[in-house]
């Protein structure tokens, strides 16, 4: 889904967000406790043309005081950020509508009037831009046909679902044929079967419009499904910031290991690890899955040696197009030719044999 472009969509260059408390605002004396709060420490940060990224962080994060500052609702308290080679900082009122026409906003909970059919509030933010009438009804029916909603331009938002809703949102957005869209939590309030569509619709905006896509979320699921990149916020700081493959497979930091383990599935726990210990008495090893490595490999190794594995925990999930995972198989057959398979397996470290370490209630790594 990346392109190659001559320059990043967005630049964030060294910028600091702070929201003042009550001290500041209402002119207290020096003594009286700070409450200011500092909601983007330093972010410096390219978001790439024509990219899909996902920015995921837990509540307070930084993630929607990002989102403000990329559709100049915001600015920055220092630092620059910068849109389509624009610097915002600075800008009048008049040259930052003519900015946020290129920005398309998709919402958590739709932001839909309720007083206006489909149609109606599809067009809204054309009408607001003074186009003419006819070209209004034109590039409605256009991006309904596109979200698959064109027989319900007449309905009104309480006689759709919540994922027609969504895609009403999503045509909203586009209409206005902006080069950069945000979603900001715009899967959070759907099941998961609506969740997959409107990812599958994102990716198509993607891939046929070249549409820079910004992905504001706390499910790394959805970072999973759909991103190139990944940025992880952790206290107003850019924790992890790379490839959604990259970040998935080898997560660098606690807020970014807690996040991959809730959309990819590793190692049993220990309590887990007990259940299948009394299930599976044969050794138990946990293989790392990727595009380089993956069953039929941990096949070749197992029949090669005359044991037999069997898969009883984890999973194998796709990010970026490409396998990762990890997969607990439960080895049976000879000791020795047991020791020899796990020996294989283990060479380079992306293998290891289970056990729980009672005294830590932990799963730890034995030696075979």
Same mark, same amino acid.
């Given at each position: ?231 992880? =916020? &952790? *206290?107003?700081? %850019? ?6 493959? #990259? !970040? ?5 930091? @606690?807020? $970014? ?44 190794? =197992? &029949? *090669?040696?005359? %044991? ?6 984890? #999973? !194998? ?5 490409? @396998?990762? $995972? ?43």
């Amino acid at each position: 889904m990346t392109r190659d472009r001559p320059h990043p969509h967005v630049r964030f260059r060294d910028v600091v967000k702070v929201y003042p408390g009550r001290r500041r605002l209402l002119g207290l004396r020096a003594a009286a406790p700070d409450t200011s709060r500092r909601a983007l420490d330093g972010i410096t940060l390219d978001i790439p043309q024509g990219s899909i990224l996902g920015i995921i962080g837990h509540s307070g994060a930084g993630k929607s005081t990002l989102v403000r500052l990329i559709n100049a609702l915001d600015t920055p308290t220092s630092g620059s950020v910068i849109v389509d080679g624009t610097d915002l900082t600075g800008l009048g009122e008049a040259q930052l509508q003519r900015v946020r026409r290129g920005i398309g906003m998709i919402f958590q909970h739709f932001n839909l009037f309720a007083s206006r059919t489909v149609a109606g509030n599809v067009g809204y933010p054309l009408r607001v831009a003074g186009r003419p009438r006819a070209e209004v009804q034109a590039r409605v029916a256009e991006v309904l046909e596109f979200v698959g909603l064109s027989d319900r331009a007449r309905s009104y938002s309480s006689q759709l679902s919540g994922g027609q809703k969504q895609r009403v949102g999503i045509a909203r957005a586009l209409a206005s044929s902006p080069t950069l869209l945000l979603a900001d939590e715009a899967t959070s309030a759907l099941d998961p079967e609506t969740t997959a569509d409107i990812l599958g619709l994102l990716t198509r905006i993607n891939e046929e419009f070249g549409t820079t896509i910004v992905v504001i979320t706390h499910e790394m699921a959805v970072v999973r499904e759909i991103c190139d990149s990944v940025v992880v =916020l &952790d *206290g107003g700081r %850019v924790a992890e910031h790379g490839s959604a493959y #990259d !970040v998935f497979s080898a997560p660098a930091t @606690p807020a $970014g290991q807690a996040f991959v383990a809730t959309a990819v599935k590793g190692e049993p726990g220990p309590a887990a690890l007990r259940r299948l210990q009394e299930r599976h008495p044969g050794t138990l090893v946990a293989v790392r899955i990727d595009e380089d490595f993956g069953s039929p490999e941990v096949a070749r190794i =197992l &029949d *090669g040696r005359g %044991v037999t594995g069997t898969v009883v925990h984890g #999973d !194998v999930a796709e990010v970026q197009n490409r @396998p990762l $995972g990890t997969l607990t198989y439960a080895l049976s057959g000879p000791q020795q030719a047991v020791a020899e398979a796990v020996a294989a397996l283990t060479a380079d470290g992306r293998a290891r044999v289970l056990a729980v370490d009672e005294a830590a209630d932990r799963v730890a790594e034995v030696t075979v």
